[in-house]
């Protein structure tokens, strides 16, 4: 089955530097790749999402980038913010059905 | 629309009882998931539906965890007997069927067995 690895683990910056998580995946009929915040006691919401026919995604403050041949994506957050502090999970959608694998998550803290 | 219903929001427990989760997804998602969250092993997969049919209980631990579906709008998540390693946070959430539909979350049900 799928794999999912997320690094790193933990990740502190300083307000209004950038922020980034990688991430990497097993199987290559992977096609749908979304990230998922979630803050302390709440649960996860989704962010940003790409699609394996897309490079590069952009929401405001947020991107995902996806390179398919090494199969990996990363998140990139510019100009943190404290309320970018969250744990944030990347995820990879394979097969039939709707079935996510996650990564591990990466506890982020964007310091004043 | 509410969004994804869990209940009980926390549930502390003897080890050895019965424990049930509930969850009410999304109206019109046909498809539903149960997660378990813990520090050591993040967000893992347990069980997940289509159309009130389980389609893949990979993920379930042991015999002791099993689920329901008995209807689109209500599913069930049953440890018995609970034990302590069971305590985590479980997440139901639900989508819509077809590839790139976001799973919405439920609040989580804290499992605390003692």
């Known amino acids: 089955g799928e794999n999912v690895e997320q690094h790193p683990s933990t990740l502190s910056v300083q307000e209004g530097d950038s922020a980034v998580i990688k991430c990497t995946y097993s199987d290559s009929a992977s096609n749908y790749f979304p990230w998922y915040k979630q803050e302390l006691g709440k649960r996860p919401q989704l962010i940003i999402d790409i699609r394996s026919n897309v490079g590069e995604k952009k929401d405001q403050r947020i991107a995902v980038t996806l390179n398919k041949t090494a199969k990996h994506f990363s998140l990139h957050i510019t100009e943190t913010q404290p309320e970018d502090s969250a744990v944030y999970f990347c995820?990879?959608?394979?097969?039939?059905?709707?079935?996510?694998?996650f990564g591990t998550g990466t506890q982020l803290k964007v310091e004043l | 629309d509410a969004g994804v219903i869990q209940s009980p929001r926390h549930e502390v427990t003897e080890m050895g009882q019965e424990v049930t989760l509930r969850c009410k997804p999304i109206?019109?998602?046909?498809?539903l998931f149960w997660y378990r969250q813990t520090m050591m092993r993040g967000l893992e997969l347990l069980i997940y539906?289509?159309?009130?049919?389980?389609?893949?209980d990979s993920g379930m631990p042991e015999d002791r965890f099993s689920a329901k579906m008995p209807n689109a709008s209500f599913s069930t998540l049953k440890i018995q007997p609970s034990e302590p390693r069971d305590s985590a946070v479980y997440f139901c959430?639900?989508?819509?069927?077809?590839?790139?539909?976001?799973?919405?979350f439920g609040p989580g049900t804290r499992l605390t067995v003692l």
């Open positions: 539906f289509n159309n009130n049919v389980p389609i893949d």
């Open positions: 995820a990879a959608f394979t097969g039939g059905g709707n079935k996510l694998t």
């Open positions: 109206s019109g998602h046909d498809y």
């Open positions: 959430a639900s989508s819509w069927s077809g590839p790139y539909n976001e799973q919405f």
